[in-house]
Structure formats: structure tokens, C-alpha cells
């Protein structure tokens, strides 16, 4: 099992950055491929990135491909989601997620691990 906290999110305007950080802790290390999410008010859930359990691969979703980076360090377990160019419809709460099974995936229903989330707000 692994426990996930995520933290970094906030208020930023238009254009600005901000990171996020996911800390596991449990059984930890590079077991799990990992993944952000991200939930609008009175919308689903939807994929925003995963990371392989090595980190070598990546993938994205388009709607935030060229802008954010998710990356990790396994010595420190800890996921990464640098997030660049934001816009207000990145205004989300954004989740980090685990699986053991997959190697990476961005189906939601493959992720048996979930975080509380953290609140990014963009707006001027």
C-alpha cells in the first residue's frame, strides 16, 4: 500500500507557473507508475499526465502538452508537475495517483491509489 499527499497548489494569475508535489509514503519507490488528475467544479475527472515507475516515460494530455511537466524522484519519493503558460480553464483540483500494475497509464479506472488533491486557481 501507499499513501499519497499532494501539496504546492494556490492562486496564480494568468500565464504564471506554479508546481505541485505528490509525497508517497508506504511502500514506495519506483513500484508504482504514477499520475495527475484533475476534477473542475461540476465537471469529471480527467488525465493530465503519467510517469512511468523508472521515469523515462511520459505522456500527456493535449490540452496540457508543451506546458506542464510531470516528472519524479524516486529517492525522495516524491511526483512533480511543473506547470507553465496557465490558463483559468487549469483551474482544477488536481489529484496524484498510483498503480503497481501498470507501468503507466491514463485510464482513471487503472489507478488504485488516490491523493486528497490540492486546490490551483488561476486567475488574475
Known amino acids: 500500500q501507499v499513501h499519497l499527499v499532494e501539496s504546492g497548489g494556490g492562486l496564480v494569475q494568468p500565464g504564471g507557473s506554479l508546481r505541485v508535489s505528490c509525497a508517497a509514503s508506504?511502500?514506495?519507490?519506483?513500484?508504482?507508475?504514477m499520475g495527475w488528475f484533475r476534477q473542475a467544479p461540476g465537471k469529471e475527472r480527467e488525465f493530465v499526465a503519467c510517469?512511468?515507475?523508472?521515469?523515462?516515460?511520459?505522456f500527456y494530455a493535449d490540452s496540457v502538452k508543451g506546458r506542464f511537466t510531470i516528472s519524479r524522484d524516486n529517492a525522495k519519493n516524491t511526483l512533480y508537475l511543473q506547470m507553465n503558460s496557465l490558463k483559468p480553464e487549469d483551474t482544477a483540483v488536481y489529484y496524484c495517483?498510483?498503480?503497481?500494475?501498470?507501468?503507466?497509464?491514463?485510464?482513471?479506472?487503472?489507478?488504485?491509489?488516490w491523493g486528497q488533491g490540492t486546490q490551483v486557481t488561476v486567475s488574475s
Open positions: 510517469i512511468s515507475k523508472s521515469g523515462g516515460g511520459t
Open positions: 495517483a498510483a498503480t503497481e500494475i501498470w507501468n503507466w497509464a491514463s485510464e482513471e479506472s487503472r489507478y488504485s491509489y
Open positions: 508506504g511502500r514506495t519507490g519506483s513500484t508504482y507508475a
